[in-house]
């Protein structure tokens, strides 16, 4: 496509959240506390806190630049970068389709809340929630509705660039903010919600610095943010010559750390104060959520508008996953965007269909699960695997194989903007981010 012909997201505004909307989602609503309740709530945090900071940033920023500089999809972009380094770009269409594996399924279970929401079956069952949860993992349901998903994800995609994806993020973005905070607040009246607090944001610093924890706040803050695979380097492609890259990377993830900090704020105190476990795993805001809404007026009303955000914040999400593998099968295959748009959601049926039909054991470097399905498989490999080689690598390439100017030029709009964060962000990504991300890495893989 001619520089001139190509798509690009409106103004400034615009870019923020479209960013945002694609790093804002299921990761912050639903991983993070999930993952957090698992390594130690608040121990986790902290570590998430600086992993966003010294990793996901610097990443996303190396990401923009080579996005907006080659304007082209993930593969093109590298490609057009070093010959040699192209295969970068093809991690990043397996990351995006390891995440397509499962995202829309977890994406499905927010819909399907939001249905039983709406028709009160929820909250008129004689059921437990967590009873009514593994009923409907038994059901035929998890696969209409991650099938209903990638529907709504392919309309907006097939909209194209500038009406479908800019639009959503708009209206849906600031409605999210605005109804957690509003559970928040009912949530601190909740008995026992104290103990939650303490569980959430009082850190067992031995914890804290376990390699595990820290390779899993990693792998959550990559996720969380969009960065390693290949997600940004597309949307940046789409960023105008003077967007100030510096300030939608900080604005895209300090609004991320607002949302999975408020989602903690509302889960942490609600397990506590119903007696369940912060370990729960995956089923954790589908059993916990239900139970703060139960007591309080309207309750299905309350619950219905909290899942319809989530749904509609995960669908600013697989957008951005989708429009990868979109933008790389029309652009290097040279195949009309719609054709690739219904290549890709119809392999993210069968991949969602081939998920739900395979449980197993696992017992493999470390691991142990029972029972574990691809969810949890393909969410392993593409936080903890895919997405830190491509980050790892994109800070390589972008800093250390290109030409020295480049991450600088990039970010400065080529000499325009004039700040004193370029320089500290230059050297994160020449010595810091990479070196953090390779230590953890070889640590876990019991290397050093
Ligand atoms: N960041 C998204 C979320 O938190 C998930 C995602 C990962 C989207 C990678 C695109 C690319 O829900």
């Not at 962000?425 to 876990?444: A, E, G, S």
């Amino acid at each position: 496509m001619s520089e001139n012909k190509r798509a690009s997201f409106g103004g400034k505004l615009s870019v923020v959240l479209v960013a945002a909307g694609s790093a804002i989602g299921l990761g912050a609503i639903w991983r993070f506390p999930y993952i957090a309740g698992k390594h130690g709530g608040a121990a986790f945090l902290l570590v998430f806190l600086i992993s966003v900071f010294a990793v996901g940033i610097p990443t996303m920023l190396a990401e923009f630049a080579v996005g907006r500089r080659t304007r082209k999809n993930a593969v093109g972009a590298f490609r057009s970068l070093s010959k040699r380094w192209s295969w970068l770009g093809y991690n990043g269409v397996l990351g995006a389709l390891l995440i397509s594996g499962y995202y829309y399924i977890i994406a499905g279970w927010s819909l399907e809340y939001m249905v039983a929401s709406a028709t009160n079956m929820l909250y008129s069952s004689p059921l437990s929630f967590t009873e009514q949860f593994n009923e409907f993992q038994g059901s035929w349901r998890p696969l209409f509705y991650a099938a209903m998903f990638i529907l709504l994800t392919h309309i907006i995609i097939a909209r194209g660039v500038e009406k479908g994806i800019e639009k959503a993020s708009r209206i849906m973005m600031p409605a999210l903010f605005i109804i957690l905070i509003i559970m928040a607040v009912r949530v601190a009246f909740m008995p026992g919600a104290m103990e939650g607090y303490r569980f959430f944001l009082s850190p067992n610093f031995e914890e804290a610095f376990a390699p595990e924890t820290i390779m899993m706040a990693i792998g959550q803050a990559f996720f969380s943010l969009s960065v390693g695979m290949g997600c940004m380097v597309t949307y940046a492609s789409y960023f105008k010559k003077d967007n100030n890259l510096v300030q939608t990377s900080c604005n895209v993830a300090l609004l991320t750390l607002l949302v999975s900090l408020l989602a903690g704020l509302v889960i942490f105190p609600a397990v506590f104060s119903a007696g369940l476990q912060p370990a729960e795993g995956p089923s954790l805001i589908f059993v916990t959520l239900p139970e703060i809404f139960k007591d309080i007026p309207f309750a299905a009303l309350w619950s219905t508008v909290f899942f319809l955000l989530v749904t509609l914040a995960s669908l600013t999400s697989t957008i951005s996953f989708h429009e990868v593998l979109t933008a790389y099968l029309a652009e290097e295959f040279k195949i009309s965007r719609r054709w690739a748009a219904r290549l890709v959601s119809l392999a993210s049926v069968l991949l969602s269909a081939l998920t739900l039909s395979l449980v197993f054991d696992i017992d493999f470097l470390g691991i142990k699960m029972a029972g574990a399905t691809l969810v949890d498989v393909f969410d392993y490999l593409s936080a903890n695997i895919v997405m830190p080689v491509g980050a790892l690598f994109t800070c390589v390439l972008a800093s250390w194989v290109m030409d020295r100017s480049f991450v600088k030029d990039e970010l400065s709009n080529r000499g325009v903007l004039k700040s004193r964060v370029i320089p500290v962000v230059v050297f994160m990504l020449r010595y810091v981010t990479p070196l953090l991300i390779l230590y953890i890495f070889l640590r876990n893989l019991g290397i050093l």
